[in-house]
């Protein structure tokens, strides 16, 4: 079974530029999260998707951070403007129903520089 | 949500036994107990998880306290690889959202 995808795995720009992360997660899982790690600290969920829904997004800095999951498949991040303090690693992972005993599959994750 | 408490660090000797402590003293009758574990420069990946009893799998040990607020991870026999910070996370029932607290970062010892 083939992993959780990220693309791209790394990322430098500079502040106030846009930059946006592809995830393709493993094939049948209905919920796709979105996690941010600061070096040092573990990491933070922004988004929750439920097939193409999103069920919490309470940690999106919505002024700046946007997602969206087409057709319940792969998704996109997306930060526009960047801020140096968006310097980080951001996880995808899947799980295959999002209930509570499921096991939650993560990718490689991009790391982001911003400068 | 629900929150753990776990040691900063821990150190292990190779080849021997490892006991992770995570105390989960607001732990509600539902919440699964979750253990995950980050190798440097990799995503968390998936060890072990229970609700009530005891669970073993080729991994790891998942010991949980009859009240429910502590759990122990197990490491049978520790090796190099098996160096990573450790995550105890909780989960309610119905609803998988993770909050990773710091963890704890496991040295081995050749």
């Known amino acids: 079974e083939a992993g959780v995808a990220q693309s791209p795995r790394y990322k430098i720009i500079e502040k106030r530029q846009s930059v946006a992360f592809w995830c393709n997660p493993i094939?049948?899982?209905?919920?796709l999260y979105w996690y941010q790690q600061i070096l040092g600290q573990g990491p933070k969920l922004l988004i929750q998707?439920?097939?193409?829904?999103?069920?919490?997004d309470s940690q999106l800095p919505k002024d700046r951070f946007s997602a969206e999951r087409l057709k319940g498949v792969d998704s996109t991040l997306k930060i526009q403007p960047a801020k140096l303090e968006d310097s980080a690693v951001y996880l995808c992972?899947?799980?295959?129903?999002?209930?509570?005993?499921?096991?939650?599959?993560f990718g490689p994750g991009t790391r982001l520089t911003v400068t | 949500d629900a929150k753990t408490t776990q040691p900063n660090s821990m150190e292990s000797n190779e080849e021997e036994p490892v006991h992770l402590p995570c105390n989960h003293s607001?732990?509600?009758?539902?919440?699964?107990i979750h253990w995950y574990r980050q190798l440097p420069s990799q995503g968390p990946e998936y060890v072990i998880h229970?609700?009530?009893s005891n669970v073993n799998n080729r991994m790891a040990s998942l010991a949980i306290a009859e009240d429910r607020k502590s759990s122990t991870l197990i490491l049978h026999r520790a090796t190099l690889r098996d160096a990573a910070v450790y995550y105890c996370i909780l989960t309610s029932y119905n609803f998988n959202k993770f909050y990773f607290g710091s963890g704890t970062k496991l040295n081995v010892k050749p």
């Open positions: 992972a899947s799980s295959r129903a999002g209930q509570g005993g499921d096991e939650q599959y």
């Open positions: 998707f439920q097939n193409n829904g999103v069920v919490d």
């Open positions: 229970g609700l009530t």
């Open positions: 094939s049948g899982h209905a919920t």
């Open positions: 607001t732990i509600s009758g539902t919440d699964y």
